[in-house]
Nanobody
Framework: VQLDESGGGLAQSGGSLRLSCVASGASRFNIKAMGWYRQAPGKERELVATITTSGTTTYSDAGKGRFTISRDNAQSTVYLQMNSLKPEDTAVYYC?????????????????WGQGTLVTVSS
């Protein structure tokens, strides 16, 4: 299973960016929750937002109010619309997916990470 992120780049404070993440190598029916995390320089990776197959969303304080996560199950794609960007949003943003790899022998889930896409917000 592979996750490919895109949409990062340079934005001005107050601007917007839209991140995309496409999952490949697994049936779309096996891709369960998807989400976005970020890691700023010198800081630990933190949750931004998650979304389930049914569309239930959760946001951390980092993503609440300005960011919107959405998902296209048919395309195994998750998006993160980021508005009113601030310099403190500067980070590498990582896509995350929970994939059901259950076999006859056991129920099992695999957590997959993308390579990350850099978002830089200038003041």
């Amino acid at each position: 299973v592979q996750l490919d992120e895109s949409g990062g780049g340079l934005a001005q404070s107050g601007g917007s960016l839209r991140l995309s993440c496409v999952a490949s190598g697994a049936s779309r029916f096996n891709i369960k929750a998807m989400g976005w995390y970020r890691q700023a320089p010198g800081k630990e990776r933190e949750l931004v937002a998650t979304i389930t197959t049914s569309g239930t969303t959760t946001y951390s304080d980092a993503g609440k109010g300005r960011f919107t996560i959405s998902r296209d199950n048919a395309q195994s794609t998750v998006y993160l619309q980021m508005n009113s960007l601030k310099p403190e949003d500067t980070a590498v943003y990582y896509c995350n997916a929970l994939v059901d790899v259950t076999t006859i022998e056991a129920q099992k889930y695999l957590e997959v990470w993308g390579q990350g896409t850099l978002v830089t917000v200038s003041s």
